[in-house]
């Protein structure tokens, strides 16, 4: 029997341009994937807002997993069966994995109390500044700011006063990891534990799959260690993240580039 094909995705530096979030050169194979019916999975740092943006431009419903593990966001009735969430909000159903920004906002202050450094994180921020620092508009700044469950800290300057802060995170009791560009906090959510929640979803829903995720950075790994085919795209440079997994593909391409062609060899010519 087939089994049929089901994609987890990164955003930044993956499916988007790490400088310019095109995803132009992936738009025919995103196009061939939808005309196959084979699901497309957000799995990204970013907010449910951001994220919705780009579902609408690409025509994508399928459910997607926003800031980091931190909530699996599904639009009711995707799965045609009872099963377990938190939340409905909107018209999703929602899997609650990480702890509310807000939260992880007040551990982030008192650590800067607490350790003297002066690290600034979105919440620091205005919107302009987000936009200037990413590159992003101004509408896609604040975006980007409409935090539910994780927040992202432009942590530059000296390794001591860097490596104070990371430790004291993790003494507080959360993560973090390091994505295409920032430095994420999150509570105990990873991509891992949200992909592996939608791969038992979609075995219910359609019985033999065959899962797949396509990354850049080391905030992949646990969504890449959770299917059966896990892909490394490239990143600007022409390297692979030093990841070292079983059956790791390293597809040649930076970015959408890559994956585009993750896409024509492993479900075009049929490795899935
Ligand atoms: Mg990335």
Redesign the pocket.
């Known amino acids: 029997m087939k089994l049929k094909p089901v994609i987890f995705t990164?955003?930044?530096?993956?499916l988007l341009d790490?400088e310019t979030y095109s995803y132009e050169r992936a738009l025919p194979s995103i196009e061939y994937l939808r005309s196959q019916e084979v699901p497309i999975i957000f799995c990204?740092?970013k907010t449910r807002a951001e994220q919705e943006v780009y579902r609408k431009e690409l025509q994508i419903n399928d459910p997607f997993i926003v800031e980091n593990g931190g909530a699996v966001f599904i639009s009711q009735g995707y799965f045609p069966f009872d099963f377990e969430y938190h939340k409905a909000k909107d018209s999703y159903q929602v899997i609650e994995l990480g702890i509310p920004y807000h939260r992880i906002r007040e551990i982030l202050v008192q650590i800067r109390d607490d350790t003297g450094v002066n690290f600034r994180g979105f919440g620091d921020m205005s919107a302009e500044e987000v936009a200037s620092l990413t590159n992003l508009d101004l509408g896609a700044a604040q975006r980007a700011k409409a935090k539910e469950y994780d927040e992202t800290l432009n942590l530059q300057g000296i390794p001591d006063e860097i490596n104070r802060v990371l430790n004291a995170i993790r003494k507080m009791g959360l993560n973090y990891t390091s994505?295409?560009r920032y430095c994420d906090v999150t509570g105990p959510n990873d991509k891992g534990k949200a992909t592996r929640i939608l791969i038992d979803l979609f075995n219910r829903k359609s019985g033999q799959i065959k899962t797949i995720a396509i990354?850049?950075?080391p905030?992949?790994l646990p969504m890449l260690s959770a299917v059966d085919i896990p892909v490394l795209v490239q990143k600007p440079g022409g390297t692979w993240e030093e990841i070292d997994i079983p059956h790791l593909h390293r597809v040649e391409g930076i970015g959408p580039e890559g994956w585009a062609r993750a896409v024509e060899e492993i479900i075009e010519q049929g490795m899935a």
């Open positions: 990164d955003l930044d530096g993956t790490l990204s740092a994505g295409s990354g850049d950075s905030n992949d």
